[in-house]
Nanobody, 121 residues
Framework: QVQLVESGGGLVQPGGSLRLSCAAS????????MGWYRQAPGKEREWVAT???????NYADSVKGRFIISRDNAKNTVYLQTNSLKHEDTAVYYC???????????????WGQGTQVTVSS
């Protein structure tokens, strides 16, 4: 089994920053893409950013230039540095990973439990 555990959320003032982390553990052979999504109250979950195993990144237009996604392959961890936060960034942030599970060698998508980010003055 594979688990993804996020951390780093919290309450921050507009213009502030937070660094989110997501660590994958368990029966992991390898990890392909890792990413972040978010879901605001009353809205559907939306994609925020993705990073490939080789380090290539893509961002949603709403966060481009403000958020930075990175990963540490040795630690099976993905990060999201969120800067210049706005009220509309308030949401539960979820990490996502495409994992090749040990023994079975099957590729499966996993999600974390989410971490709350609240931007408020």
């Amino acid at each position: 089994q594979v688990q993804l555990v996020e951390s780093g959320g919290g309450l921050v003032q507009p213009g502030g920053s937070l660094r989110l982390s997501c660590a994958a553990s368990g029966s992991i052979s390898s990890i392909n893409n890792m990413g972040w999504y978010r879901q605001a109250p009353g809205k559907e979950r939306e994609w925020v950013a993705t990073i490939t195993s080789g380090g290539s990144t893509n961002y949603a237009d709403s966060v481009k230039g403000r958020f930075i996604i990175s990963r540490d392959n040795a630690k099976n961890t993905v990060y999201l540095q969120t800067n210049s936060l706005k009220h509309e960034d308030t949401a539960v942030y979820y990490c996502n990973a495409l994992v090749r599970v040990s023994v079975t060698w099957v590729w499966r998508e996993y999600w974390g439990q989410g971490t709350q980010v609240t931007v408020s003055s």
